[in-house]
């Protein structure tokens, strides 16, 4: 993910591969335009090993003083996980978890200090298994929003705010052999 805070520092972060086998997230930032970076730092120490190409990254924001981050890991702990940065990724909260096992794919946005993440996740109905869209507010704990039916296939969810109470998060959603593009429109009053 590519993300341009308030004061213009370019801030970049990627899934890096660490000692050969490590899949953690690693976060860089300029504070100088792009022309140079600093030392890609690990945000969350999740020792994910894995010889393969996860398809599921960070995503940023920025809200309250704070740069966020969300990502998905099956490092110590598998779901999707939180954390932030006051000083420009010099230091990183410990990380908190969003959602357990179920979650992937997540992103963050957020406007004032409304912060909120979006993630596809598995749900099981009569012995098969789906996936829906799910939101949650940074800070709110497990109180989750649902934007799809249980019994769909919908992931890749996108997630930005339009302005202070509603946030439009878009998603791929198959419909018998075809995939399509949805969006839904959430109220958060």
């Not at 995503?59 to 490092?75: D, K, L, P, Q, V």
């Not at 940065?85 to 959602?99: A, H, N, P, V, Y």
């Not at 012995?127 to 649902?146: A, E, S």
């Not at 930005?160 to 839904?184: C, E, H, L, M, P």
């Amino acid at each position: 993910d590519l993300f341009v805070d308030k004061t213009k520092n370019v801030h970049v972060a990627y899934r890096a591969i660490l000692n050969d086998s490590i899949r953690d997230i690693v976060h860089s930032v300029s504070t100088d335009s792009g022309r140079s970076f600093s030392k890609p730092a690990v945000i969350s120490t999740d020792n994910w090993m894995i010889n393969a190409c996860p398809h599921t990254g960070p995503s940023m924001t920025e809200s309250g003083g704070r740069i966020h981050f969300a990502w998905y890991t099956m490092g110590t702990g598998t779901g999707i996980y939180h954390t932030s940065t006051t000083d420009t990724g010099k230091t990183f909260e410990k990380r908190s978890t969003i959602i357990e096992n179920i979650g992937r794919h997540p992103q963050i946005s957020s406007i004032n200090d409304n912060t909120m993440i979006a993630w596809d996740e598995l749900a099981e109905k009569d012995g098969r298994m789906f996936t829906r869209i799910c939101l949650r507010r940074v800070g709110n704990d497990g109180n989750k929003i649902y934007l799809t039916e249980p019994d769909g296939y919908a992931s890749y969810p996108t997630l930005q705010f339009t302005n202070g109470d509603t946030a439009i998060v878009s998603y791929t959603k198959r419909d018998g052999d075809s995939k399509y593009i949805y969006y839904g429109l959430v109220n958060l009053r």
